[in-house]
Every structure is written in C-alpha cells, then in structure tokens.
C-alpha cells in the first residue's frame, strides 16, 4: 500500500514540473549531461572505426565506462553528478532507483504511444532536481545491445565475460535504451 502512495505522489511531482518546467534546471542538466554523453559517444565511435567488429569498442566501454563517467563528474560544479540508467542493465552500478523507474516508464510509454518529443523531463525531489533525457537505440547500439543471436561472438564473449547478469540485450532500433541523468543538489544554487 505504501508503495502505490509514493508512487501516485511520484507521478504527481513529474507531471507538474513537466508543466512549469524549469527551464533554467532543465538548461543546466542537459549541459552536464552533454559533456559525459559526448565523450562516451566519441570514445566508442573512435573504437568502432578501428575496429568495426565492436571488440575494441565493447572492451573500452567494460573497462572504462565507469571511470569516464567518474572523470567527467570530477569536472562538475560540487554537488552536481550525471550518470545512465535503465531498466534492463549491464553494469549493477547502473541500476535505476524508484525515480529512474518511474521516469523510464514514463518515457517508454510516451514513445510507444509515438506520443514523444525529446526534450528534458526535470524531476523536483526534496533536495535535488534531476534533469532526465532518453538515450534512443540506434543501429550502432545493436552491436552491443541488440539481439544476441546477431551479435559478433567475440562482442557477446567479451560482453559475458565482464558482466554475467547482463540485462541489456534484445533491444531495437528506435527503442528506448535507457536515460542519462543530471542530478543537482538545490542547497548548490
Ligand atoms: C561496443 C559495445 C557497446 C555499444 C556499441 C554500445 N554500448 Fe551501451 N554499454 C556497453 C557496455 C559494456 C555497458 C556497461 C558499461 C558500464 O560498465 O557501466 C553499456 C552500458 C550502457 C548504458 C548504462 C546502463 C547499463 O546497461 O548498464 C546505457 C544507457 C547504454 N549502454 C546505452 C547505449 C546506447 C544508447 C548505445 C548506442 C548509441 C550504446 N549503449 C552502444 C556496450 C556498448
């Protein structure tokens, strides 16, 4: 019961500021969340070139994903952090908190329905806002996130290897991945 009130209050809180969104919030995150969404995109497009099997582009984003992610939160203003989620993971330190899956939710329900316009949800909790935008699957995630039975074997090796209890395959273009997120403390402002 606790449950489904914390949830309708959730949803209560995304739906208005989906309306007075902040505009200024919104600016702020989707700028964070630019700088830590361009170099992973740059460093896997880089591999990918070299090495258009994914291998070195899968070994990169296993070993290095999650310090890219630490080195370009280090460049953040203090109390300010970005980082992806999405229901069906690879990494565990990916996993989504109740606010992430309500959000996502959310989103996959919007672009289902074809009901989507890409443009930043702010979400205001008790200390800190987040600024949420959805990462779409493109052509180029399939190599890494698509089907298994058409994934390079090496790619699927490489992929099991590090994370056993990967959830992030089986997806399709034009689906919804996951969301990358800015979080910003308000006592910062
Ligand atoms: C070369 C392989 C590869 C490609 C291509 C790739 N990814 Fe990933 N992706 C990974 C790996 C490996 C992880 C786990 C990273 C970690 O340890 O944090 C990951 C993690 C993620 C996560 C974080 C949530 C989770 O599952 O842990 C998101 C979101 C994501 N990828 C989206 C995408 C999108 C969108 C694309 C296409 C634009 C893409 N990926 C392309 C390999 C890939």
């Keep these: 019961m606790k449950r489904v009130i914390s949830v ?5 809180t995304i739906g208005l500021s989906a309306q007075n969104s902040n505009a200024d919030i919104a600016k702020e995150g989707v700028k964070y969340i630019k700088m830590l969404g361009g170099t992973l995109k740059a460093e896997v497009k880089k591999r990918m070139k070299d090495d258009p099997t994914g ?10 994903a999650q310090s890219i992610t630490k080195d370009v939160n280090a460049k953040f203003p203090k109390g300010v952090r970005v980082y992806r989620t999405a229901l069906k993971y690879r990494n565990e330190k990916n996993k989504p908190d109740a606010t992430d899956i309500e959000v996502i939710k959310k ?7 074809k009901d989507f316009k890409k443009k930043p949800i702010v979400v205001n909790l008790d200390d800190t806002y987040r600024v949420y935008l959805p990462l779409i ?3 180029l995630c399939l190599k890494c996130h698509g089907n298994p039975e058409k994934m390079d074997s090496k790619v699927k ?4 290897k590090n994370y056993p ?9 034009g689906s919804l991945r996951g969301v990358i997120v800015a979080e910003i403390k308000k006592d910062k402002k």
């Design 137 to 139: 699957t493109q052509k």
């Design 165 to 173: 209890n990967d959830k992030a395959t089986g997806f399709k273009e």
């Design 107 to 113: 989103l996959d329900a919007q672009i289902k329905m």
């Design 157 to 160: 090796e490489t992929i099991s």
């Design 8 to 12: 309708a209050l959730l949803s209560a």
């Design 55 to 64: 291998l070195q582009a899968a070994y990169l984003c296993s070993k290095s």
